[in-house]
């Protein structure tokens, strides 16, 4: 007989067999994408630093400050008279800002001979040649992990909308989340506390992790879809599609004589930036400049910390052919074009990339965890799967290695195919260890000192060889990467000076 005075219990708001439902369908996503999801958090960390790693690739490389619109005009003029005459589609000019002072001229050719991008100096001088292979493999393998165009944006789209769906069915499977917010089990059962640390970092970065798996999701579904009314409605012409977004592109006949006089920027500039108010100068592009159909393209950003950035077209007259008008566009519409830089962290400075990373890390963190609270369940029951452990070990830890390695071969070699075979290398070096029962044991700690020693080594190196250049011609920024990767080397040697050989040899996040 019940109580009268006693209060009713509430009635959960979801069944044991729902929420077990959800478990079931939470962990058996998260398998079936975890690796994928792993490798793509844990590039994401690195790309958004991606402006400092390319400062760090060319120390030396000219800083500057300002440019006026007449070194802007001498630049591209420069750039033009490099190559043969008339043999540039566009050229452009992307000027220097607090975080990036380095100004960069820009070609796009027929041919690859004469195109590329040059830092100049102050006066408009093309002086060293941009060479940025290791960001432009992280960009790559973190947006279609370098398969053949479509395989990986489709991979990477899906494994988007996988995580999305992970966030949201993991809030749903427990109910107590706040409640359980601060509570850790360690020191007991390696489940629980596996379990507890998934969930408590699950829940305090919950916010992050929600715009993240929104934002990778919708680029996800956008580059997918994208591709798909390319291939059915512009010939596979991505350019083509992409301008409904971007502005139309100037097209010229290859051959026609290219006789009318580029006109100078500053006209073009004025007229951008009084039209957008607040929003400072980012780049000048000349689209087939000379031809009749030339066309100024204006790049204007915002740089009150907002992720926003116009983009003005004009002819050769003055007059207006396109304009993103992203300033006066609603909330919601605003909000599609900051996707990117939203999910990159690439606005308000320093501080936000370092939040960002350290939050992307967590994701890693809660991804690695998930997979070993199902194998440690499995060796609980009685069917342990030794080979999964080691090759799950392999993805945690070689993948660290293998990025690193990426980056070594660029400071002996300048070949753009260099860091994509430092990362195989180091990816199979990781999993042919995995192969070996021998390693089963003594694997997490293998890697993990050597990670430790390639990172400590490669910081070490490229700090000699910047020294080598002379102290005043390195840029400041190229000092701090070095330190941060050897503080990051510290960071990952330092709980193997208190390792402890385990029963359960399966790496922890820690």
Request: some cysteine; glycine content about 8%.
């Amino acid at each position: 007989m019940t109580n009268p005075l006693r209060p009713a219990r509430r009635k959960p708001l979801f069944s044991k067999g729902w929420v077990s439902a959800l478990l079931a369908g939470h962990s058996a996503l998260g398998l079936a994408f975890s690796v994928a999801i792993y490798l793509i958090c844990l590039t994401g960390s690195v790309v958004v630093f991606v402006q400092e790693l390319e400062r760090w690739e060319q120390p030396t490389a000219p800083r500057v400050v300002s440019v006026t619109p007449e070194v802007i005009d001498e630049g591209l003029a420069a750039l033009r008279e490099m190559g043969p005459k008339d043999a540039a589609q566009s050229v452009s000019a992307a000027l220097p800002s607090a975080s990036n002072p380095h100004f960069v001229l820009s070609a796009r050719s027929r041919d690859r001979m004469n195109s590329g991008s040059w830092f100049a100096d102050a006066s408009g001088q093309p002086v060293l040649k941009v060479r940025h292979d290791v960001s432009d493999f992280l960009v790559g393998l973190h947006v279609d992990l370098h398969l053949p165009y479509g395989i990986g944006t489709v991979i990477v789209g899906l494994a988007g909308m996988a995580l999305l769906a992970l966030v949201i069915s993991g809030i749903l499977a427990h109910p107590r989340i706040i409640k359980d917010a601060f509570r850790l089990r360690s020191g007991g059962s390696a489940r629980l506390s596996q379990a507890d640390l998934h969930n408590r970092m699950g829940t305090w970065g919950l916010p992050f992790h929600l715009i993240m798996a929104f934002t990778a999701a919708f680029l996800g579904v956008f580059l997918i879809v994208l591709g798909s009314v390319a291939a059915t409605t512009y010939q596979g012409d991505m350019t083509k599609a992409f301008s409904e977004f971007a502005g139309p592109s100037a097209r010229g006949e290859p051959d026609a004589p290219r006789t009318d006089p580029v006109p100078p920027s500053a006209p073009f500039i004025a007229a951008a930036t009084a039209a957008a108010p607040g929003f400072a100068l980012q780049s000048v592009s000349i689209q087939q400049p000379g031809a009749k159909g030339q066309r100024i393209g204006i790049g204007l950003r915002d740089p009150r910390g907002l992720p926003l950035r116009e983009s003005v077209i004009y002819d050769s007259k003055g007059n207006k052919v396109f304009a993103s008008d992203v300033a006066e566009r609603s909330f919601a519409q605003q909000m599609i074009f900051a996707i990117q830089p939203l999910h990159f962290g690439w606005f308000g400075g320093i501080f936000v990339k370092l939040a960002y990373g350290l939050l992307g890390l967590s994701m890693c963190c809660i991804t690695a965890t998930g997979f070993q609270i199902w194998l440690i369940r499995r060796r609980d029951k009685g069917r342990p799967a030794p080979i999964m452990e080691r090759l799950w070990t392999a993805t945690i830890w070689g993948q660290p290695l293998a990025l690193t390695l990426a980056a070594i071969p660029s400071l002996a070699v300048d070949a753009k195919e260099a860091p994509l075979l430092g990362w195989a290398a180091g990816t199979a070096a990781a999993y042919a260890l995995a192969c070996l029962p021998s390693m089963q044991d003594r694997l997490a700690v293998s890697l993990r000192a050597a990670t430790a020693v390639a990172l400590a080594g490669l910081a070490l190196v490229h700090a000699a060889i910047s020294a080598a250049s002379g102290l005043s011609a390195v840029d400041p920024m190229s000092w701090a990467v070095d330190a941060a990767l050897l503080l990051i080397a510290f960071l990952v040697a330092r709980p193997m000076l208190k390792f402890r050989r385990s029963v359960v040899a399966i790496p922890s996040c820690s």
